[in-house]
């Protein structure tokens, strides 16, 4: 039953954004029965801070975080050490060398457990701070290898957002084309499964590669598409 609240906070926090979830992660997190819980509540209630820049709220809990980390690593939990790890990063400004370092530890000990979809999402982050790092094919092999993770999950939204990444290090690389056809990948990925939302995100991605390419007529209509969805 303690994990009602928390599935309750994780649909909501994906369908509509981090900034509606934070209640349902507050009540997930006061809920939890075990580390592994614990520490998925309070890295949504972080993410969901951020994302109202809250930075009163944001501190409090950054507090609870250094708290929790430390009591995991002393109790040997090191899946809930690592989802702990992952939000640390996820939420604090580091240098991409030591945000790096901390994901090592955190793919590391999440590549193996049941926590699959944490695992993409930490190849994703990874894959973020090699891009900031100069290290675009790091970067790429990281983001196939989240593709992977998510499609294997059935997991489409985020199955897209490694697309949309994929895009990202095409254009730091130049190669525009190819961010244009991830762009389309993801977008395809979207209409499948109905998500609307998301998939107006990702026309206005999709046009900022076409305007970057100078087709503004393409881009324009790509933006008006996403309007008339929103």
Request: charged share 30%; net charge negative.
């Amino acid at each position: 039953a303690s994990k009602a609240p928390l599935v309750q906070a994780e649909a909501l926090f994906d369908d509509d954004g981090a900034s509606e979830a934070l209640e349902p992660s507050k009540a997930a997190l006061d809920a939890a029965t075990d580390a592994i819980e614990l520490a998925k509540a309070l890295r949504l209630v972080l993410l969901s801070l951020k994302a109202r820049s809250d930075l009163a709220g944001l501190r409090t809990y950054q507090d609870r975080l250094a708290k929790e980390l430390k009591s995991s690593r002393q109790s040997g939990s090191k899946v809930a050490t690592g989802i702990l790890t992952l939000a640390s990063v996820e939420v604090e400004q580091e240098a991409p060398e030591q945000q790096q370092l901390k994901l090592k530890e955190v793919l590391t000990i999440l590549q193996d457990s049941s926590e699959r979809r944490l695992y993409g999402v930490a190849l994703l982050t990874f894959a973020n701070t090699k891009l900031r790092a100069g290290r675009p094919e790091e970067a790429e092999r990281a983001v196939k290898d989240a593709a992977e993770v998510f499609a294997q999950l059935g997991d489409v939204r985020s199955e897209a957002s490694a697309h949309q990444v994929l895009g990202e290090i095409c254009a730091y690389s130049g190669a525009l084309d190819e961010a244009s056809r991830e762009g389309l990948a993801s977008l395809e990925l979207l209409r499948k499964a109905g998500l609307r939302k998301a998939e107006a995100n990702q026309l206005h991605s999709n046009a900022r590669w076409q305007l970057l390419q100078g087709r503004a007529q393409e881009a324009v209509s790509l933006v008006t598409e996403a309007l008339d969805i929103l």
